[in-house]
């Protein structure tokens, strides 16, 4: 599977942005989806994933009533809708693929996007 992130930029706090993550191939609708982000000269961090089916979902405290995880398996894209964006949301994000349903860890996951810049400005 080859994952392609999108949607990144410049927007000012309050704003509002959609991260898109396009997958390659056929096997999109059994991969569970996740997206992480990591800040300047910080660790990657779990932001949010969503069960193959698309009926479970699980995010970080701090992005909880923001964003919002989705997919569309028919266009095999995962998508993450990020509102009331706040300064410390500054951050490469990425999207990736294969785990098991709702897992927090980077490690469990086998494939990865290229990751897109968010920058939140105050």
């Known amino acids: 599977v080859q994952l392609q992130a999108s949607g990144g930029g410049l927007v000012q706090a309050g704003g509002s942005l959609r991260l898109s993550c396009a997958a390659s191939?056929?096997?999109?609708?059994?991969?569970?989806m996740g997206w992480f982000r990591q800040a300047p000269g910080k660790e990657r961090e779990f932001v949010a994933t969503?069960?193959?089916?698309?009926?479970?979902?699980t995010y970080t405290d701090s992005v909880k009533g923001r964003f919002t995880i989705s997919r569309d398996n028919a266009k095999n894209t995962a998508y993450l809708q990020m509102n009331s964006l706040k300064p410390e949301d500054t951050a490469v994000y990425y999207c990736?693929?294969?785990?098991?349903?709702?897992?927090?860890?980077?490690?469990?996951?086998?494939?990865w996007g290229q990751g897109t810049l968010v920058t939140v400005s105050s």
């Open positions: 191939g056929r096997t999109f609708r059994r991969y569970t």
């Open positions: 969503i069960s193959a089916s698309g009926f479970s979902t």
């Open positions: 990736a693929a294969d785990s098991q349903d709702g897992s927090k860890l980077a490690a469990t996951y086998n494939y």
